[in-house]
């Protein structure tokens, strides 16, 4: 062999292992347009060398990008396509709080859905929100169906708020993505692509709570005290890892309850607990579901949380909110200001030991209110034990129940954290 064709083999393997890593590693990234263009370019440049140098082997990475190309759009034409579940159930639904029924035609009109976000393919749009929408993806490199949301900053924003804007997503993916606990939706991954902003979480089968709202439609009242307990659970931990949830409400937690699954989502508003990296004033969340201190716009912690998941309690036992004022003028007024309604006056039926942890929860005084999400579980878990063992005219009068509770509007029992 002589020393040209020594080098003649040698550019040939190197050619070979760049059309390879193009191949395994750029093509799956790019969408249809884009892999195509390139693919083409590639082998155009190829064409190109062999006329200038006659070079007989670099036909042979042309045919393998050429045939590499087509087998790879071959096999994601028909293996994405394929089901991950029976023809006939149901499709799950996805862990954020964007609507999850079909999106409307005219919701999407105008509104291309990329191909690609990431390193992720967008198999379909499966919610829209006002500023931006959710999909279904798949991440090629193992296979996983994820929920991807996103947020079009760039048409949103401008200057400033831009910046703004971008930090408090990205502030969404760094603290829900610490978050790791059984009752908290995970994130995977967050980026920027195609002038979006996107976040990766786990795609669930389940529903949101908020279809149990409405009168006809409420869970029976242990199954409901369950699954609140977990959520107050799961804000415990995350409250212990310096993390504000800001927007708790039934739209942001998801259940199946077939499974049991019960998890809470989008973190979108929520915040490390640093006063540092808060605005004085900024005031965010759900306006019926907030706590007056944060709809006043001071400093919040966790007991501000509890007092959503009150709000929330209130609503799937009695399928109306405590305070609903016509303008937010009188909102805001009734949460200052106003007492809550007992649920028994809307449902007499409810024990009144279920009345007092509401009561608690939507104390206006942060320093009365529950100071820990597990202490609020444990109440309701204790209170769903006695409801099942006691006949249903007893519930209301249960030993065990008041000897961890006890409650009056007079002096209400304290539980400050200091």
Known sequence: MTPGD???????????????????AVLPRLSAVQALCSSGLLIAAC???????????????????????????????????????????PPPVAATTFPHQ???AAATAGKATPATLGRYRIESEIGRGSMGAVYLGRDPQIGRLVAIKTLALSREFEGDKLVEARERFFREA????????????????????????????EYIKGEDLQRYTSPGRLLPVTQLLEIVARVAEALAY????????????????????????????DFGVARLDDSSRTRTGLVLGTPSFMSPEQMAGRRTDGRSDLYSLGVMLFQLLTASLPHQGET??????????EPAPDIRSLRPELPQELADVVALALEKRPEVRYADGGQMAQDLRTLVAAMLAAPPAESGTVEEFEKTVTFSRVEPRHNSES
């Open 6 to 24: 020594g080098l003649r083999w040698a550019a040939l393997i190197l050619t070979l292992l760049a059309a390879a890593g193009y191949l395994v």
């Open 47 to 89: 064409g190109v060398l062999l006329v200038l140098s006659s070079a007989g082997w670099l036909l042979v990475p042309m045919v393998a990008l050429l045939f590499g190309h087509g087998g790879y759009r071959l096999a994601v034409t028909r293996f994405s396509r394929l089901p991950d579940r029976p023809a006939d159930s």
């Open 102 to 104: 079909p999106v409307p």
């Open 174 to 201: 760094e603290t829900a993505g610490r978050l790791q606990h059984p009752g908290i939706v995970t994130i995977f991954d967050a980026g920027e692509a195609q002038d979006l902003a996107y976040i990766a979480m």
């Open 238 to 265: 995350a409250h212990s890892q310096g993390v504000v949830h800001r927007d708790i409400k039934p739209a942001n937690v998801m259940v199946d309850l077939e499974s049991g699954l019960v998890k809470v989502t």
């Open 328 to 337: 937010m003028a009188k909102l805001m007024n009734q949460i200052a200001n």
